[in-house]
């Protein structure tokens, strides 16, 4: 009988949303790369204090509070698919992606994005920007139309 390997994996999910305001989507800029990023971010340590749906909604709106600011209001995000990648550490992170409509309210930054834009999902191509890890792929499927939702 072979001995298992146990090699633990450090593994972070993270949460994003696709702000879509009709037909644009908000892209950000990262502060620490210069690279396109969309709001929202990994789930804090804590979140295994509330390991429930609703726990885990709420750390996206956290994110997008932290990062879009309070006054911003938008539609109730939906799921629209998941993308994977390792880091450059090594470790595995896992991207979910939500998309809502963006319903009004000034866009405040967070320190962690010097800047903001929207792009016409029709003739924006993506890979004219950088982009995080796991983000390009699923972005240009998205745009296209052609997320697997099996």
């Not at 996206?60 to 109730?76: C, F, H, K, M, N």
């Not at 999902?121 to 792929?137: F, M, N, R, S, V």
Request: with cysteine; glycine share 8%.
């Amino acid at each position: 009988m072979r001995e298992a390997i146990h090699d633990p994996v450090k593994m972070w999910v993270s949460q994003k949303i696709l702000l879509r305001n009709g037909e644009e989507l908000l892209l950000l800029t990262s502060s620490d790369s210069g690279l396109q990023d969309c709001a929202g971010g990994r789930l804090n340590d804590d979140i295994r204090n509330n390991l429930t749906q609703a726990g885990v909604r709420a750390e996206l709106i956290r994110e997008i509070e932290e990062e879009l600011g309070v006054a911003v209001t938008y539609s109730t995000p939906k799921m629209v698919g998941t993308s994977m990648h390792v880091n450059q550490k090594g470790d595995l992170v896992f991207i979910v992606f939500y998309e809502a409509q963006y319903q009004g309210g000034d866009i405040v930054l967070s320190d962690e994005h010097t800047s903001f834009k929207w792009v016409d999902c029709a003739t924006y191509d993506p890979t004219t920007d950088k982009w995080y890890p796991g983000h390009l792929e699923f972005i240009q499927k998205y745009l296209r139309g052609d997320l697997d939702t099996q």
